[in-house]
Every structure is written in C-alpha cells, then in structure tokens.
C-alpha cells in the first residue's frame, strides 16, 4: 500500500474524529455490525468532494480493495490491544500497559496506510471540500449503500450514531481539516 505525502482524506478523517461523540459512535458501529470506519469516513469524504454518490459497485470495490489488510491486519491488531486492556495475572501491569500503547501505535499507522491506499483510489480528487446538503445526502447516500452491502440492519441507536458521525464529517470541526 502507498503512502502520500499529502492525504486530505486522512486529515478530514481525523478531525472527524476529533468531533465529540464521534469516536464512540464510530466504535458502537464497529462492534455491534462490523463497520470499517476508514471505509465509513472514506464514503462521507467521498460525498463531500464528489459529483455524485456512489453506485453499489464502487462501494463494493473500495471494501474490497482493502478487506484483506484490514482482515489480516488491522483487526488482528485491534483484537490483541483489547485483550492487553484488562492486563495479565502475574504480569507486570506497567510493562504489558506500555506494549499495548505499542501495540496501539502500530494500529493506528496501519490504519494511516488503509486510509493512503484509499486515497490513492481517488487520483482526481477535488482540493476543496463541499460542506452543502447536497454534499451532505451524498455522504449520507454512500454510506447506506455500504451499510447495505455489509448487511448491517440498523436499530434506532445505531441511526443516531450514524447521524452523529455524519453531523461530525459535515461540522465546523472537519471543515478545518480542508
């Protein structure tokens, strides 16, 4: 996978994230159906610098393009550093806290190259972002077709978290990220 110098996607997906209530509706929406929040945040920015939502086949092809690393990589990842969080009987606490942050760390940057390779996936990518309804349904639109495609049958507190990342994408917060 690539790694741009630049990435406005990962910018805007971390000022998003940043937004409160965003994180911890992003995770809700990991555990409970399974959601890639890159893909997830990668559909929102995709409807915030695009001309039009996506089809079924685009969303489909940007999971699959990346379904191995996250699969293989990124979820393994994030498995160990839950298990680490309670600690191990008869270990030490403090040394198995400070490899979990390594852990962690390392995450993270494998998140960074699913989100550069996602980038890379949009070689005509406006420079500015649109921050209008429009851009906003478009947003809203490609992420249900990937909510869709991942079979996710969303309850009302799962709605509400959703609109809480949308609203996140849309706010004053990742309109800096730009």
Known sequence: MSNPTKNPFWDFSVSAYRVDGVADACLRLQDRHGVDVNLFFY???LGRIGDSALELAEVTAAQEATADWRDQVVRPLREVR???????PGMDAAAVESLRTEVKRIEL???RQQQD???TLTPNAKETAELSVMAAARADRNVRQYLRSIGAMLEPADESDCEA???GCFGAGPAAAE
């Open 165 to 167: 990342i949308l609203a």
């Open 43 to 45: 559909f929102c920015w």
């Open 82 to 88: 839950r298990h680490m969080k309670s600690g191990y």
């Open 117 to 119: 390779f996602l980038y």
């Open 109 to 111: 940057q494998c998140e």
